[in-house]
């Protein structure tokens, strides 16, 4: 039995290669081109058949894996998930494309000049926002705040206030500024605590989880049984964030040590005593000179959840245009750990510029 998969990049696209490549993938499993438990062609291949970097391809993997498309399997690959996400029926979003293209033909608009108006509308992002919105983002460290203002701020129109929980009590008791937050957000830990000071502002609190890189996890999954790891960061309480993320993985082979700051006391004690260390590359310089070449460094600098950005995005396009939404809690999840290559900014095709592969190859259909 053979599989064949039809997708296209274009690289002169104002859409992402990434998001072109994740939305074509989602078509092809919605309309059955690849059967459900159907193992998936591999980055490298999929990578090479397109002609763009493999680090692209992993992280449209992982968008999938977090959407509910697909699944990893250790050891067999990544595949097709049995039950992957309802969404509106093929025929139905196909119709109601081919009748917006062809409502744009006949106002002498191409499909390129549609798909500009479209993103232009929604910002490249995920919500349709009228205008930068000020979020409130509520955090215990400085780091923390700089970490979590920079990716809602790269993935959102939003401006960010950044404020110490600390400092949240006393402007919370300021007199109310209509309008100025449309939304608060802060990371799981801190929701209970911040949802109690700002009750009385009738802000909605979204928490937001960051996460080990999915290669990250990849790597630890490699050692022997047995193997023990610490985790280091720049403030320690993201060390600890990111602690909390690797052991929500559940990787039966490695044993957490602890975490801590990449500084004092504590970081002589833990590179003693692991044989791994998952650090921030803000802490990676002190760490090597301290840890020399017997202990093994795995860089990690966390990706925000994009569920948590999705929930930000529903609430503010809500509130946009239908006053106040009501509170939402992503919970917590167990990570899986999936064949990916590092983290990377995006990049354009290795292929000459005007390029525009198209892959219509056929695949041996690979057996869990």
């Known amino acids: 039995m053979t599989l064949a998969i039809d997708l296209r990049v274009d690289v002169h696209s104002p859409i992402p290669i990434r998001r072109q490549l994740t939305e074509q ?24 058949f397109l002609g763009i970097n493999p680090n692209t391809v992993a992280r449209v993997v992982e968008d999938l894996k977090r959407s509910g498309y697909v699944e990893a399997r250790r050891g067999s690959g990544v595949f097709v ?44 992002r995920p919500a349709a926002v009228q205008g930068a919105v000020e ?18 701020e790269a993935q959102l129109p939003v401006r960010v206030d950044k404020v110490l929980l600390g400092e949240l009590a006393t402007i919370a008791r300021r007199p109310k500024q209509p309008g100025r937050w449309r939304a608060a957000v802060t ?53 600890h964030n990111l602690e909390h993320s690797i052991a ?11 975490a801590c700051p990449a500084e004092g006391a504590a970081l002589n004690r833990l590179v003693r005593n692991v044989d791994v260390i998952v650090c921030s590359t803000s802490a990676a310089d ?25 929930m930000l ?31 990377a900014p995006r990049e354009r095709p290795r292929t000459r510029r005007d390029a525009k592969p198209t892959v219509r190859q056929r695949m041996k259909e690979k057996q869990p």
């Open 81 to 124: 998930a049995s039950a992957p996400p309802a969404r509106p029926a093929p025929r139905l979003r196909e119709t109601f494309l081919q009748d917006t293209v062809i409502r744009a033909a006949a106002l002498g608009m191409t499909a390129d000049d549609l798909a500009v108006g479209v993103l232009s509308l929604a910002g490249v």
């Open 313 to 343: 995005a529903g609430l503010l396009v809500h509130s946009n245009g239908a006053g106040p939404a009501a509170t939402a809690r992503p919970r917590p999840r167990r990570s899986e750990a999936a064949p990916a290559a590092p983290e």
């Open 135 to 152: 979020v409130l983002l509520v955090e215990c460290s400085p780091p923390e705040l700089d970490f979590f203002a920079a990716q809602l």
């Open 187 to 239: 990371s799981f830990c801190h929701l209970p605590e911040v949802e109690r000071l700002l009750s009385l502002r009738g802000i909605p609190v979204i928490a937001l989880l960051a996460e080990a890189h999915l290669e990250t996890l990849h790597q630890l999954a490699q050692f022997p049984p047995g193997t023990r790891v610490g985790v280091v960061s720049a403030a320690v309480e993201t060390a």
């Open 25 to 48: 993938l989602k078509h092809v499993i919605d309309t059955g081109g690849v059967p459900r438990d159907q193992a998936l062609p591999s980055i490298r291949e999929l990578a090479g």
């Open 286 to 310: 002190r760490v090597r000179k301290l840890a020399g070449p017997a202990v093994r460094l795995i860089l990690d600098d966390r990706a925000l959840d994009q569920r948590a950005i999705e």
């Open 248 to 258: 929500n993985a559940g990787l039966p082979n490695i044993t957490l040590v602890g």
